[in-house]
Nanobody, 123 residues
Framework: QVQLVESGGGLVQAGGSLRLSCAAS????????MGWFRQAPGKEREFVAS????????YYADSVKGRFTISTDKAKNTVNLQMNSLKPEDTAVYYC????????????????WGQGTQVTVSS
């Protein structure tokens, strides 16, 4: 079992930046990859980005490509999401999750989930 705790959410104006972090503890050696999802009110949870723990093979949703960057810090067992040029449509609760596949980009590819952190982008 892996425990995940997200941090770094908040309120930011459009065009601004935020950096989310996810601290992982427990059986992290059994995890293939890490990912970020988001869920806006009334919408389904959607994939944002994922990466292998080694830091290789990053994948992004088209809606965030070029603006968001996912990275890992194996020494600290954290995965980060740098979000730049934020838009009001990026407003959502952001969740960190552990990937059960080497290539993990859909909900079924992920197992453990964090509690989420709110990101609000004002126009």
């Amino acid at each position: 079992q892996v425990q995940l705790v997200e941090s770094g959410g908040g309120l930011v104006q459009a065009g601004g930046s935020l950096r989310l972090s996810c601290a992982a503890s427990g059986r992290t050696l059994s995890t293939y990859a890490m990912g970020w999802f988001r869920q806006a009110p009334g919408k389904e949870r959607e994939f944002v980005a994922s990466i292998r723990w080694s830091g290789s093979n990053a994948y992004y949703a088209d809606s965030v490509k070029g603006r968001f960057t996912i990275s890992t810090d194996k020494a600290k067992n954290t995965v980060n999401l740098q979000m730049n040029s934020l838009k009001p449509e990026d407003t959502a609760v952001y969740y960190c999750a552990t990937g059960t596949q080497w290539i993990a980009t859909t909900l079924r590819d992920f197992g453990s989930w964090g509690q989420g952190t709110q990101v609000t982008v004002s126009s």
